[in-house]
């Protein structure tokens, strides 16, 4: 039997820009080595290096519709890893490194046409079950930095209590392991990404309301059952605290939560809020925070609220 020539870029590229994502998985494969060697030529040999590629091939699940020479797509991975690898030795401040999932963000009035959605869909879908694969202290960090709206390193350090070099070091274990996960999931069917968004996005809207209310109704009262504790900043050292009471207590003093954004993985979920104060209040709580969910078979076990910004940060320094 004659064997059967692999498939060439250009029908690699043209299938995966129809949405083929195990196409794209090997193209990503076949060109590894040099998106390596370009970043590593401007960036040395070291983590900075590998985290550029990393970003690149995420990138590339973005754009693959921008490649024009479907012939030409290997060229066209170097330029993104180069661009990459300029904008790492340029930046001045830290900002997300996974360029290009703003689909992930979709807001109604920007929605593709039908076919394109299709597309991203398959590609988000793809990515997030990709995250899922990941231990739960890489999945947070992956989370809060390329997802949510505590992004800074040091954000992410306070959010997790852990020192800045331990989130780097997270975050470079968890990009690698993406890429593997990626690459060998490509041709796999993918559980639907924004049903656990949904979902935690109208359990989030259920609480505010019903705490507001002043009462939990059951299928909220569930969601918090009595092992559920507050861990983090808001909590006393050596005690065990419910966060419902916390809730009831915050909405006593006249504060107001507003949902602003959710992000949600099958064991972790963050609930972004704008904060309003009461006028006239004498320690007012900041302008904005969130909610870490740590759950485990829907239930949430642990609850951390963190206030992302310097403002409060420079306040916990002053012992406020």
């Known amino acids: 039997m004659v064997p059967l020539d692999p498939p060439t870029d250009e029908e690699l590229t043209r299938r995966a820009q129809a949405g083929e994502t195990g196409s794209l998985g090997l193209l990503l494969a076949r060109h590894q080595a040099p998106m390596r060697a370009v970043a590593m030529s401007l960036l040395g040999h070291g983590p900075d290096a590998e985290d550029a590629v990393q970003d690149a091939a995420l990138t590339a699940l973005r ?63 793809w990515i997030w079950d990709a995250v899922e694969e990941l231990p739960q202290q890489l999945r947070l960090v992956l989370m809060l930095r390329h997802f949510s709206g505590i992004t800074s390193y040091q954000e992410i350090a306070d959010a997790c209590e852990v020192p800045v070099g331990t989130v780097r070091s997270r975050l470079s274990q968890a990009r690698a392991k993406m890429a593997q996960v990626l690459l060998s999931t490509a041709s796999q069917a993918h559980d639907d990404a924004s049903a656990l968004t949904e979902e935690s996005r109208h359990e989030a809207v259920a609480t505010l309301q019903a705490s507001e209310r002043g009462s939990l109704p059951r299928e909220i009262s569930e969601l918090w059952p009595q092992e559920t504790k507050l861990v983090g900043i808001l909590n006393r050292p050596g005690e065990r605290i419910h966060p419902v009471p916390v809730m009831r207590q915050t909405l006593e003093a006249g504060v107001r939560q507003r949902l602003r954004h959710v992000v949600a993985s099958r064991d972790i979920s963050i609930w972004e809020m704008d904060v309003t104060n009461p006028v006239g209040a004498v320690d007012p709580c900041p302008s904005n925070l969130a909610w870490l969910m740590f759950r485990r078979e829907g239930r949430v076990q642990r609850l951390r609220v963190v206030f992302p910004g310097p403002q409060w940060r420079a306040s916990l320094q002053e012992g406020g």
């Not at 012939?71 to 690898?85: D, I, P």
């Not at 930046?91 to 076919?115: I, M, N, Q, S, V």
């Open 63 to 125: 754009r693959i519709g921008d490649v024009r020479d479907p012939a030409a797509v290997g060229a066209w991975l170097r330029a993104v890893v180069r661009n990459t690898s300029r904008m790492r030795l340029r930046a001045t401040r830290e900002t997300p490194g996974l360029d290009g999932l703003d689909f992930l963000h979709l807001r109604a009035h920007d929605a593709p046409p039908p076919d394109q959605l299709i597309e991203q869909h398959a590609m988000r879908d």
